[in-house]
């Protein structure tokens, strides 16, 4: 279809380092869409940097850690039957409250900032190279408006190696995706700490 022109570029979705490098060697690929937030930050050990060498955009989906980011969820919040987020460690009733180190950094940095959580954690993307294009997903208008405003917010490089020194301090506990799916999956191991 490429080749007949009914394609002019192609991109892939959750895929690993192998993957991608087999792909690209048939015809460039465009862009990688995989997770990638403050609370995911796994595709920062060899995507990320493999989409540099490659040329690739990089399209962080769920960058607000599936709405976690966004400073609505507490440690009594418990998902409703068929919420994904139910079923994933990070979320559990044990891990919860611990994660939630990570909201408070980013309520601190809102203060600085005059933005909210959602807002500091896609102006933290937005920082990280200008070829990652995060993709917040929102059912409702003002949250569009409010991701919108992401924009506005600018970190300089002291500030960012600030953030990132604070962030790094924090140790997400729990699994990215449930055991179900982790066993089919192409996607990167959890980044560990030095």
């Known amino acids: ?9 192609y991109g892939l979705s959750e895929p690993g380092p192998q993957t991608v490098r087999r792909a690209h ?5 465009t862009a990688i869409q995989n ?11 060899t995507i990320i ?4 060498e490659l040329g690739i955009s990089f399209v962080p989906w769920s960058p607000l850690g599936v709405g976690f980011l966004t400073g609505t969820i507490d440690a009594n919040t418990r998902f409703a039957q068929g919420d994904i ?11 919860l409250p611990n994660n939630l180190k990570i909201v408070d950094l980013l309520k601190n940095w809102g203060t600085q900032k005059h933005a909210t959580p959602a807002q ?9 190279k200008p070829w990652i294009v995060p993709i917040p997903g929102t059912t409702q208008l003002a949250h569009m408006l409010e991701n919108i405003g992401a924009e506005n917010v600018k970190f300089t490089q002291a500030e960012l190696k600030e953030f990132n020194k604070q962030l790094d301090a924090i140790q997400i506990l729990g699994e990215r995706l ?3 799916v982790q066993a089919f999956s ?5 980044l560990k700490k030095k």
């Not at 279809?1 to 570029?9: R, S, T, V």
């Not at 500091?120 to 990280?128: E, F, K, R, Y």
């Open 1 to 9: 279809m490429i080749k007949e022109g009914k394609i002019l570029h």
């Open 25 to 29: 060697a048939v015809h460039p690929v």
């Open 35 to 45: 997770e990638y937030s403050l609370l995911w930050r796994g595709p920062e050990k």
């Open 49 to 52: 940097p493999l989409c540099e």
């Open 85 to 95: 987020r139910g079923n994933e460690s990070r979320f559990s009733p044990e891990n």
């Open 120 to 128: 500091i954690s896609l102006a933290w993307l937005l920082a990280q």
């Open 178 to 180: 449930p055991a179900f």
């Open 186 to 190: 192409d996607v990167e191991a959890p």
